[in-house]
């Protein structure tokens, strides 16, 4: 019996112990128990991108008086930027996105990801001027209405000026070659049609067909 009355304060010893060592680490800097991480609300994001977008504005704005021929804007790779960017599509009118729970074309999203670009006001837009490698001009627009948070409308590409009598003699009818005559660009659209398999162009929708070409005037 003196043996067993031995043992029992060893082991509720040995029992304090160990709890005192569990106390200890838990405590240790290594093992101290997180914050859950503070996710905003769908309201407070929208602050956010909205802020963000200002900020981008007023940074990168250039004034009209400011020819864009004389700005040093990098060059993106023609075929990546065009056809396989994860931002916005040449061929879509991105106001049908409006609705969408989901975009990706919002202005800090897009100069995140690619770079920034000069900014420029032009009535209730402002656009961003991006520049290929084989020279071709990118103008995304965005509107004030929706607080030039995402593209409105769709991408126009250019690399020359031209005018609305340039187009006067295209009629209703008239292939794709005819207005390749007049706007070479016209094929980066087909490009991006061919890229993208994008069959789903061909479906008429209330606004008419989707396949379009936008030429700036």
Known sequence: MLRLDLKLPRIFLLALV??????????????????????????????????ATQALIQKY???ASLGLESLAISPQKQDTFLFENTCFSILRNHDFLENAPQ????????????????????????????????????YLYFR????????G??????????????????????????VLR???????????????????LLNPDSSGWQITTTHLL
């Open 18 to 51: 160990f709890a005192l060592l569990v106390a200890v680490s838990g405590c240790g800097g290594g093992n101290e128990p997180t914050a859950p991480e503070y996710a905003p609300s769908p309201s407070e994001r929208a602050e956010m991108d909205l802020k």
């Open 61 to 63: 704005q250039v004034s």
């Open 103 to 138: 975009r990706s074309d919002y202005l800090p999203i897009i100069f995140n990801r690619y770079g920034a670009a000069p900014i420029r006001t032009m009535g209730n837009y402002v656009y961003a001027v991006y520049e290929t490698d084989a020279g071709t001009r990118v």
């Open 144 to 151: 004030r209405s929706n607080d030039y948070s995402h593209l």
């Open 153 to 178: 409308g769709y991408v126009i590409l250019m690399n020359r000026a031209l005018y609305q009598s340039d187009f006067i003699g295209l009629q209703k009818g008239d292939t794709m070659a005819d």
């Open 182 to 200: 007049v706007d070479p660009n016209a094929a980066l659209y087909l490009q991006a049609y061919d890229a993208e398999e994008a069959t789903w």
